[in-house]
């Protein structure tokens, strides 16, 4: 059973920047596709940004230029550095490990950016 924690959340202000970060062994890394999503209350969880375990990125429209994904290969795990925090990023972000019928997620941190 694959068990995630993120971190990195907090409040800023529109234009700076965060890093989440989700802790994971170098074997995960090297089998599960692994991603950062994002839920606002009362809405569908959705795709912020995603990694293939061989390294292919895609990103949401709303995040392209702004937010990158990699591979902390430092601190073993996943990152997700936001720049040009825009109020409508705020959210709580989750990281997901997926292999086949399987995924597996985080309990979330909470990201808030405002005005």
């Known amino acids: 059973q694959v068990h995630l924690a993120e971190s990195g959340g907090g409040t800023v202000q529109a234009g700076e920047s965060l890093r989440l970060s989700c802790p994971a062994s170098?074997?995960?890394?090297?089998?599960?596709?692994m991603g950062w999503y994002r839920q606002v209350p009362g809405k569908m969880r959705e795709m912020v940004a995603r990694?293939?375990?061989?390294?292919?990125?895609t990103y949401a429209d709303s995040v392209k230029g702004r937010f990158t994904i990699g591979r902390d290969n430092v601190k073993s795990g996943l990152y997700l550095q936001m720049d040009n925090l825009r109020p409508e990023d705020t959210a709580r972000y989750y990281c997901?490990?997926?292999?086949?019928?399987?995924?597996?997620w985080g309990q979330g941190t909470q990201v808030t950016v405002s005005s």
């Open positions: 997901n490990a997926h292999l086949r019928n399987y995924d597996a």
């Open positions: 170098s074997a995960l890394l090297d089998l599960y596709d």
């Open positions: 990694r293939t375990r061989d390294g292919i990125s």
